[in-house]
């Protein structure tokens, strides 16, 4: 049986292969081999098993394809994983290959070639995917917890209390009953934070918590750990002491319905058994989704609540947490420092979690805070189209893979790969007092920012042009590009470049623009053998000049010109030239087809310039 004819009864017998929850996405092909990848709908598709036939034979892989990441947590653990179980790793900046098998094809049957594929893919699924799943729900870093350095003051209490006199930045309440924290004046969730979104499955795993930990009705002392919050303490509009809750919020919203639900007396100060109210519910809800979303929270705590009868209700008053308590506004920094390291939930604060509450501290008294902070959540969970048809997130595709790279690009200043580098990048100017702001009118892409209401409308102006752009004929028919997945870091600097020249000249010429800058930006896969994305964004200084000579061109034209510059192209004599590797033929043939979708909409497509691109791509 030849590779070819294995891989298409794979394709046509797909629903065969019975290996967990992974699916067969698309049939790849090159010159010297077939595969086909299963994956799960994360990572954008970058980290997939695939099933690898060649001359020599068929192989199952697990491949780590994100683009940026070095050598990272996840890369790492799954390392240590292909070790531990002996297989084989092929280890290069992108791919991370691991090998699991390499049987040959030869005098041997369709089903037994499958069913070692399927042995050979369960296996992998079986070392790898609990770590995939992690690193996918809570993010990658929960792989492994950073450690909090910062030393702490253990505050034995059982209520939240208000901090010494002394002022206390930080302090601690060890082993504190929910029940208490739940009824605790003054408790809120502030308006920057996420809004409450648990689902049945997480819900159900809460609850569960509690009823699979071996209860013991013999034993007083007995208590349930639910891990650690992070409180904001800081005072009201009336000067009153609350504590917005930084970290903590959907289990203790999930917390205040099941003991609501479940009638949980909580003993007031006057030593009198009472249901109290539960802060987080009593405080005004005015978002309509928060409510409804609490409101399907209580019918499924309701149904677990009556599928599990047996739950005694002295088990919730032995549920205890640890609290940690950032005092004063000033402090607010360090209470998303807490909460990016001790994250019970093994979710880190994401750069435009950050960024929300950073800039909403900058607002003026008579400004909106509720309305900028609804706005910027609907922003960061907007999505747009992306290569290969499917969607990605707005905030991601303007922010950080755009405009954190054309403002850096623009400054000769290297694009980071930190952890944060676009809350660090986007973060207020600091000014030296009150004065008159700058208008909305004036903004450039690379402007500085000063904080709240100028940020929120920066964010807000820009996410518009970009949503419109992804739009247009020219982005479409790039995101259409043949085999993106394997030139996806150019591709997404040719996007940003175009982006630049869209918000300078909005859709004059756009077609013509993706050409030239196609032509000038493709000299890097020429000269360079593979794509690193270090080598790319931080040490070719083409995509720089690029970005300085589109920035300071008065007309198209003068750009297109730069672009076609001899000096500035590869001249190459064709898709088959010199290289003799798969990739760059590859690549050329996939540019060449590129130019053919967009030709015909060209208006400089008779200039000398692209009669030469013609000539080299062989269109009509």
């Known amino acids: ?77 799954l390392i240590e994983l292909a070790k531990k179980n002996g297989l084989e790793i092929n280890v290069v900046d992108c791919p991370c290959e691991i090998r699991f098998n390499n049987d040959v094809l030869c005098g041997r049957t369709y089903e037994e070639i499958r069913t070692d594929v399927e042995l050979g893919l369960t296996k992998l699924y079986e070392i790898f995917e609990e770590t995939l799943e992690v690193a996918s729900e809570h993010g990658v870093d929960a792989v492994e917890r950073e450690q909090c350095d910062m030393e702490l003051e253990v505050v034995s209490q059982d209520v939240l209390g208000e901090g010494k006199e002394s002022g206390d930045v930080v302090r601690m309440i060890s082993n504190a009953a929910v029940a208490d924290i739940l009824v605790a004046r003054g408790l809120q969730v502030p308006s920057y934070q996420r809004k409450y979104c648990w689902v049945r499955k997480q819900i159900e795993g809460l609850l569960d918590s509690i009823w699979y930990f071996p209860w013991d009705v013999t034993k007083s002392d007995e208590r349930l750990h639910l891990g650690t919050i992070v409180l904001h303490q800081t005072t009201d509009e009336k000067n009153n002491v609350v504590y917005d809750v930084v970290d903590g919020q959907q289990r203790l919203i999930t917390l205040s319905i099941l003991y609501r639900l479940a009638k949980v007396k909580v003993v007031d100060v006057a030593g009198v058994g009472s249901c109290m109210p539960y802060a987080l519910l009593s405080t005004q809800v005015p978002n309509d989704d928060v409510k409804r979303h609490i409101f399907w929270a209580a019918r499924i705590i309701r149904e677990w609540l009556r599928a599990h009868s047996e739950c005694e209700k002295f088990w919730l008053q032995r549920i205890q947490l640890d609290a940690i308590i950032i005092n004063g506004s000033q402090h607010l920094g360090k209470a998303y420092t807490f909460f990016n390291a001790i994250n019970s939930a093994g979710k880190k604060l994401t750069d435009y979690d950050l960024l929300k509450p950073h800039h909403l501290r900058y607002l003026e008294e008579d400004e909106p805070k509720g309305y900028f902070a609804s706005s ?107 085999g993106y997945w394997r030139h996806r870091v150019l591709l997404n600097v040719i996007r940003a470049v175009l982006f630049l020249y869209y918000c300078k000249h909005r859709d004059l010429y756009l077609d013509d623009a993706l050409v030239f800058i196609t032509e000038r930006l493709s000299k890097i896969r020429a000269i360079n053998n593979s794509l690193r994305a270090k080598k790319i964004l931080q040490d070719s200084p083409i995509v720089s000049h690029t970005v300085e000579a589109l920035a300071e061109s008065p007309a198209p034209e003068f750009f297109f010109r730069y672009c076609m510059m001899p000096t500035n192209r590869y001249l190459h004599t064709g898709i088959d030239d010199e290289n003799k590797g798969h990739v760059k033929p590859a690549f050329w043939k996939a540019v060449g087809n590129l130019y053919g979708m967009v030709s015909s909409r060209m208006a400089f497509s008779t200039s000398k310039e692209y009669s030469e691109i013609i000539k080299t791509y062989g269109l009509k």
Request: aromatic share 12%.
């Open 1 to 77: 049986m030849t590779s070819s004819e294995f891989i298409s009864r794979l394709c046509v017998d797909k629903q065969v292969l019975n290996v967990g929850d992974i699916k067969m996405t698309v049939l790849q092909e090159d010159k010297n081999k077939l595969w086909v990848q299963y994956h799960k709908d994360r990572f954008n598709k970058d980290v997939h098993y695939e099933v690898v036939c060649s001359s020599g034979g068929v192989s199952v892989v697990l491949h780590d394809e994100r683009e940026n990441v070095g050598m990272d947590v996840l890369r790492k653990r």
């Open 376 to 482: 910027w959540d609907d922003f960061v969970t907007r999505k747009v189209a992306s290569f290969g048809g499917e969607e990605a997130l707005l905030c991601d595709e303007l922010m950080d893979t755009t405009l954190y790279r054309l403002r850096s690009w623009s400054r000769n200043r290297k694009v980071s790969f930190e952890n944060h580098h676009v809350f660090s990048h986007f973060r207020a100017y600091e000014t030296i007092g009150a004065g008159p702001r700058l208008g909305i009118e004036r903004f450039a892409y690379d402007t500085g920012l000063g904080g709240g209401k100028l940020f929120f409308e920066y964010v807000h102006r820009f996410a518009g042009m970009y949503s419109n752009f992804v739009n247009t004929n020219a982005v479409e028919a790039l995101h259409n590009f043949d």
